[in-house]
């Protein structure tokens, strides 16, 4: 076994401040799962802000563009036609 004693999960509790270790000796079993469960829930909320940003980036961009090539096709069509 290749492990270092310094990286094994006792002896890196016990580096850890005091009042972080107290907060976790303060755990139990549902506290863990609550805990892994905000996590997912964490990440989910993340990737659905970056989704959410792209989407309204793009929203606004196709938008500007549409603005764009109506205001092109009026300037075509005023172009085209002839004064009488």
């Not at 009042?19 to 892994?36: A, G, P």
């Not at 990440?43 to 802000?49: E, F």
């Not at 940003?53 to 172009?79: M, P, Q």
Request: glycine share 4%; with cysteine; hydrophobic share 45%.
């Amino acid at each position: 076994m290749t492990d270092n004693a310094h990286d094994l999960p006792a002896n890196r509790f016990n580096e850890l401040p005091s009042e972080t270790q107290k907060f976790l000796s303060r755990l139990d079993e549902n506290d863990i799962k609550l805990l892994e469960e905000g996590l997912v829930l964490v990440r989910s909320a993340l990737t659905v802000g970056r989704f959410m940003k792209w989407l309204i980036i793009c929203a606004v961009v196709t938008t500007a563009a549409g603005v764009k090539f109506y205001e092109d096709v009026l300037k075509a069509i005023a172009w085209l036609q002839t004064p009488k």
